[in-house]
């Protein structure tokens, strides 16, 4: 979406190994967030960031960790990656009370 | 704490006739609602938004929805769907637009 991109777009990787999801965004938006998305179960939060440095768990964060070192950039670590871990993930952004911008998505299938 | 519920997974609709998706929400103050779509292999699109003031809020592609806070719903309608309204539809939930939950999606098909 104009504003906001990810990479990458698809990965495959194996079980155990550490996996990293960028977004990075042209809005100069004070939110940033990391949804995953799972049939049956819509999008659930998994981190978020309010600022530069600084973030926050959401509902599904064990195994998942997140960086944020300049407003545009918003990391995603998957420490060593699990098979429950296979997903679509969707990074987005808020801050002018327009509601969300979402990414296109990075779909990720742990093998 | 917020969350959403959309009770039906899918619906399937003829052309030409009228969709209604339903969304009931749990919030413990006037809550910030919002409407998703998402076509297949795509992100998110924004339909429309409510924070306050008039209850029926109209959105794009011809979507509207409408506020009702006795009911803890924010259902969205279209009077005529097209072909390329199949897609699957989110409903969400927040304080502002901060932090949003987000419904399981409905759904919807559409016949010839």
């Known amino acids: 979406d104009a504003g906001i991109t990810q990479s990458p777009r698809h990965k495959v990787t194996e079980t155990g190994t550490p996996v990293t999801l960028r977004c990075h965004q042209t809005?100069?938006?004070?939110?940033m967030y990391w949804y995953r998305q799972d049939p049956g179960h819509g999008l659930r939060l998994i981190h978020y960031?309010?600022?530069?440095?600084?973030?926050d768990k959401g509902e599904v964060s064990d195994g998942y960790s997140v960086s944020r070192s300049k407003t545009e950039d918003f990391l995603l670590t998957l420490e060593s990656a699990t098979s429950s871990q296979t997903s679509v993930y969707f990074c987005?952004?808020?801050?002018?009370?327009?509601?969300?911008?979402f990414g296109s998505g990075t779909r990720l299938t742990v093998v | 704490a917020q969350s959403v519920t959309q009770p039906d997974i899918h619906i399937t609709v003829s052309e030409g006739a009228s969709l209604e998706l339903r969304c009931n929400y749990s919030?413990?103050?006037?809550?910030?609602l919002f409407w998703y779509v998402q076509s297949p292999g795509q992100g998110l699109q924004l339909l429309l938004k409510?924070?306050?003031?008039?209850?029926l809020v109209q959105g794009i592609k011809g979507f509207e929805a409408e506020f009702k806070r006795s009911q803890s719903s924010f259902n969205l309608r279209k009077p005529s769907v097209h072909w390329s309204d199949a897609a699957e539809y989110f409903c969400?939930?927040?304080?502002?637009?901060?932090?949003?939950?987000f419904g399981a999606g409905t759904t919807v098909t559409v016949r010839a």
């Open positions: 969400a939930v927040g304080a502002s637009d901060y932090k949003l939950s």
């Open positions: 919030y413990g103050a006037t809550p910030y």
């Open positions: 960031s309010y600022g530069v440095k600084d973030t």
């Open positions: 409510y924070f306050s003031g008039d209850t």
């Open positions: 809005e100069n938006h004070r939110y």
């Open positions: 987005a952004i808020s801050g002018d009370r327009g509601g969300y911008t």
